[in-house]
């Protein structure tokens, strides 16, 4: 994941005093297909504890939400705002520890 790029436009900084701790807004349908999944990931393990990203995508989340509690128990949470059927919005917090 260390290949992921730096800057990318679907994921938008916030300020540090943005609502709740979310510091990155990320619409999944605006990054390239063939680096979106790094990309959300490599966001998501960049938090620092209490920051979050608000995640925007066209489906139901489930396969990330198992990953993350597969692969990072304990350190981070999941919020859902939207749960369809045209988009679906989640922050994922991290909670604990900090992985990257």
């Not at 609502?19 to 605006?30: F, H, L, Y």
């Not at 959300?40 to 489930?62: N, T, Y």
Request: net charge negative; glycine share 8%; aromatic share 4%.
């Amino acid at each position: 994941m260390s290949d992921r790029p730096v800057s990318n436009p679907a994921v938008a900084a916030e300020p540090p005093t943005a609502a709740r701790g979310v510091v990155r807004e990320i619409r999944a349908s605006d990054i390239d297909v063939s680096i979106r999944h790094q990309t959300i990931l490599g966001a998501i393990e960049a938090l620092g504890q209490g920051e979050a990203v608000r995640l925007h995508v066209d489906h139901e989340p489930k396969p990330l939400y198992y990953m993350l509690q597969a692969e990072h128990p304990g350190q981070v949470s999941w919020e859902p705002e939207e749960s369809g059927p045209s988009e679906w919005v989640v922050v994922v917090r991290r909670i604990a520890g900090h992985a990257g």
